[in-house]
């Protein structure tokens, strides 16, 4: 097994890898400066200056799939943009991972990203030309609304939202929260999943529809704290829709298919998350080892405690372990395709999050009083970290379709089929 990297992967990584740190990093202060003064949710200048920046470099767009992102309704839609391999993306998305408000910087940031990929292959030409294209310029920004507050989102079928037809429009009516980046004043689209057919088969019921965010019925009840962060300015939102009507163009892929869109979607942005969760922890544990080398307790520096040896090595070891298992995935979703690599993206989103949260909380212990305080980035990154073991669905239904995998491999045993038969009598 051969793990040298190729010339293309070590070209792109390293040219990201490079961008970030002569032109974005050096850019943290000012960031830290505009994104805290005046009104919480609104446009940052440097990350604007940064997206221009990043454009002519040809640094833009880098998550789409160069084959993988073929449109299912119109092929006539050239996307724009440097189009890497998954494994590809993989060691550039780590690096942007590292900084906070980097993945902007590239126009590789969450929820768009994969909102740009559903409407890249499963938007007709009209949808393309009015939503995909200005998001591919950085120009707008988009939500992504399934989850809702009285029931358990992560099986869609709960979903309570209704989509019903009247003419030549649906009628939406629901509530929908962890909407995020409805507070950014740049949200203009959102990709909302509903039912259309609430009689229909398990997974026919639901469709996906674009809501222009300024459409009559449409309003943003409240921004939600993430353990007391507002996560301004993109930032996650309740949403309330009140008798919202949209055209029945605006359905996407067509009536019942919203299940199989939401699959495709979050594929690729559950692997996205684990990318940038690799580079977090590895800030965490370089702010960890710089703390220790250079703070004294007890007659010797903190490192030298054997307890600080122990915790820096597991950190390090699980760091290697995550990032093969993440980029084992991202390689069998090139070679075989998203629904081959499921467990394998399973795995990971259950993974990535876990290492890093155990990372930055030693971290935090290391920096004592200072590390749960906002003077250094552990707090905010640890809760940021910690929204992910929920974010495209639970640990719980990962580990169990982790599980089941597992089972299947010794379910035709006698006695497991013994088993079966005695719970069912």
């Known amino acids: 097994m051969d793990f040298t990297l190729s010339e293309r992967e070590t070209y792109f990584r390293d040219r990201v890898k490079s961008f970030i740190d002569q032109n974005i990093r050096p850019r943290q202060d000012d960031y830290n400066k505009q994104s805290h003064e005046g009104d919480r949710w609104k446009v940052i ?22 084959h993988s992102g073929q449109s299912h309704v119109d092929d006539s839609f050239e996307f724009e943009g440097t189009q890497l391999t998954n494994l590809e993306y993989a060691l550039c998305a780590e690096e942007m991972g590292k900084v906070g408000w980097a993945s902007e910087c590239f126009n590789c940031s969450a929820p768009d990203t994969g909102n740009m990929e559903v409407l890249h292959r499963y938007g007709t030409l009209e949808q393309k030309e009015k939503w995909l294209r200005p998001l591919m310029n950085g120009e707008i920004r988009s939500a992504f609304l399934m989850t809702e507050p009285a029931v358990a989102s992560s099986d869609a079928t709960n979903i309570e939202t209704r989509m019903e037809r009247d ?43 674009l809501v222009p965010m300024d459409a009559p019925g449409v309003t943003i009840k409240r921004m939600l704290s993430v353990y007391g962060y507002d996560h301004a300015p993109h930032g996650h939102g309740e949403v309330v829709l009140e008798n919202v009507r949209v055209p029945v ?58 307890v600080w040896e122990q915790r820096i090595a597991k950190a390090r070891i699980d760091i290697e372990m995550t990032r093969l298992l993440c980029l084992k995935a991202a390689d069998m979703m090139d070679k075989a395709g998203n629904k081959s690599a499921q467990l394998e993206i399973a795995m990971i989103k259950v993974a990535a999050p876990n290492m890093a949260l155990q990372i930055i909380d030693d971290a935090i212990q290391a920096h004592g009083g200072g590390g749960v305080s906002s003077d250094f980035h552990l707090a905010h990154d640890w809760a940021a970290m910690r929204t992910l073991r929920f974010a495209d669905g639970p640990d719980e239904v990962h580990n169990r379709a982790i599980a089941r995998n597992e089972f299947g491999r010794y379910a035709d045993l006698p006695e497991a089929i013994a088993a079966k038969e005695q719970v069912r009598r």
């Open 45 to 66: 200048p440097v990350i604007e200056e940064m997206k221009e920046k990043t454009k002519a470099a040809g640094l833009w767009n880098f998550f789409m799939p160069p």
């Open 167 to 209: 003419g030549d429009h649906y009628v939406i009516n629901g509530t929908k929260w962890w909407s995020s980046g409805v507070g950014d004043p740049r949200c203009k689209i959102a990709i909302t999943m509903g039912k259309t057919n609430p009689e229909g088969s398990r997974h026919s019921q639901q469709s996906q529809i």
């Open 249 to 306: 163009e605006n359905v996407l892929l067509g009536e019942g298919r919203g299940f199989e869109i939401a699959q495709g979607r979050l594929g690729p942005g559950r692997i996205h998350h684990c990318m940038r969760t690799i580079g977090v922890a590895e800030m965490a544990i370089e702010s960890m080892a710089k703390r220790l080398l250079t703070r004294v307790a007890f007659g010797k520096r903190i490192a030298d405690h054997s």
